[in-house]
């Protein structure tokens, strides 16, 4: 079994939609990232936190760190959105562990 | 300013060669991490430098993948007798101590 675990494998949403991506982890952590792969690039990295909340424009991500789960939204969903989102959780060097990651699909 | 560089983008090679690739780090990170994306594995680490040392090796497949870091700043990763489950898109990162990691734009290795 997969120490980060996320879901939805897949999502597809219509331009405008709320979009939830929740990943949940059983290791413990120093932090969690969201990162952003988009078809035939590279990895981009959303948020890194450790605790509470974090926002950047129409992104947001929470986590608790008692329950060891993570979510992030996205708010007004743009087809630019459409990307694989991936959750990472960060030993204390850093080094990441990656879930398999959400591919999401924004339609106008 | 400049990001994380890699080279070669591309390599095919035949079962059985060495490859050696690159990474160039953002100036003054000290952090530097190998990571492997794959089909069938998707994201997995391979090794973590801190400085010119790597305190965790962990990731590594086998005895084959060695990498190494000169002067707190390039890294190259060395696959010897390569073999065609090697083939994946090799990633490279760096970060200041415990930030967020900066993604190179990776090698894409083939072994035929």
């Known amino acids: 079994k997969n120490e980060v675990e996320q879901s939805p494998q897949n999502l597809t949403a219509q331009e405008g939609e709320f979009i939830t991506i929740n990943c949940s982890y059983s290791v413990g952590i120093s932090a969690l990232h969201w990162l952003q792969q988009h078809p035939g690039g590279g990895i981009v990295s959303l948020f890194m936190l450790s605790s509470g909340k974090k926002k950047h424009g129409r992104l947001i991500a929470t986590i608790n760190i008692q329950e060891k789960h993570s979510s992030l939204h996205i708010t007004a969903s743009h087809p630019r959105d459409s990307a694989v989102y991936i959750c990472?959780?960060?030993?204390?060097?850093?080094?990441?562990?990656f879930g398999a990651g959400t591919q999401v699909v924004v339609t106008p | 300013g400049a990001g994380v560089s890699q080279s070669p983008s591309n390599k095919v090679t035949e079962k059985g060669k060495d490859v050696e690739l690159r990474c160039d780090p953002i100036?003054?990170?000290?952090?530097l991490y190998w990571y492997r994306q794959s089909l069938g594995q998707g994201l997995e680490f391979l090794i973590y430098?801190?400085?010119?040392?790597?305190?965790?090796k962990s990731g590594l497949p086998s005895d084959r993948f060695s990498a190494e870091r000169t002067g707190g700043s390039v890294s190259t990763l060395t696959i010897q007798r390569t073999q065609q489950e090697d083939s994946a898109v090799y990633l490279c990162a760096s970060s200041s101590l415990l930030a967020e990691q900066y993604f190179g734009p990776g090698t894409r290795l083939t072994v035929t």
């Open positions: 990472a959780v960060g030993d204390s060097w850093g080094k990441l562990q």
């Open positions: 100036s003054g990170h000290t952090a």
């Open positions: 430098f801190q400085g010119n040392s790597a305190p965790d």
